[in-house]
Antibody, heavy 118, light 108 residues
Framework: EVQLVESGGGLVQPGGSLRLSCEAS????????MHWVRQVPGKGPVWVSR????????KYADSVKGRFTISRDNAKNTLYLLMDSLRADDTAVYYC???????????WGQGTLVTVSS | DIQMTQSPSSLSASVGDRVTITCRASQSISTSLNWYQQKPGKAPNLLIYAAYSLQTGVPSRFSGSGSGTDFTLTISSLQPEDFATYYCQQSYATLPYTFGQGTKLEIK
């Protein structure tokens, strides 16, 4: 069974940092591009970042560029998102997601809640 | 960035009804359009990719159509488990991939 399990969310003060992890199982992780997508409850999903299969190409939404870093460890089947200089508007549920050749996302984790508040 | 606009924002319907949700892109995206279903407290679930291709395991009552800027998701005969929020997402050319604001489908 294809599975993505996020961890690392929580409450952090503005300006703080947090690292999210996403452990993949049930598929060949190193073959897939991976994404982070976030969603404020009651709002639509928002794409945050993407990394290619070997980890050497990354892209970011303008709203997080320079503050967030996506990475992966294919030996550990794990995707990461390092979030620095966090702001209140970064508060959301963060999903790890598997990309497809069509650009769709065909598998999502359960999500991890990040709350930025003093 | 390409903007995606869904209509309606909410919709009330009954079991057995035929329902259509529309998604419009701010520029042509060919057939690079995907549809997701999301239930409360759960992650989105891919229904349709590349405008009209049914994701494996998704019931055939779901169908997608359109190209260019205008797209539709149709549910041919609503079932109780279909009451949820639906999102379109464009995956045309370069990032960022953008989502619509959602259509909440409620029981009449």
């Amino acid at each position: 069974e294809v599975q993505l399990v996020e961890s690392g969310g929580g409450l952090v003060q503005p300006g703080g940092s947090l690292r999210l992890s996403c452990e993949a199982s049930g598929f060949i992780f190193s073959n897939y591009w991976m994404h982070w997508v976030r969603q404020v409850p009651g709002k639509g999903p928002v794409w945050v970042s993407r990394i290619n299969s070997d980890g050497f190409s990354t892209k970011y939404a303008d709203s997080v560029k320079g503050r967030f870093t996506i990475s992966r460890d294919n030996a550990k089947n794990t995707l990461y998102l390092l979030m620095d200089s966090l702001r209140a508007d970064d508060t959301a549920v963060y999903y790890c997601a598997r990309g497809t050749v069509s650009g769709s996302v065909d598998c999502w984790g359960q999500g991890t809640l990040v709350t930025v508040s003093s | 960035d390409i903007q995606m606009t869904q209509s309606p924002s909410s919709l009330s319907a009954s079991v057995g009804d035929r329902v259509t949700i529309t998604c419009r892109a701010s520029q042509s995206i060919s057939t690079s359009l995907n549809w997701y279903q999301q239930k409360p407290g759960k992650a989105p679930n891919l229904l349709i990719y590349a405008a009209y291709s049914l994701q494996t395991g998704v019931p055939s009552r779901f169908s997608g159509s359109g190209s260019g800027t205008d797209f539709t998701l149709t549910i041919s005969s609503l079932q109780p488990e279909d009451f949820a929020t639906y999102y379109c997402q464009q995956s045309y050319a370069t990032l960022p991939y953008t989502f619509g604001q959602g259509t909440k489908l409620e029981i009449k």
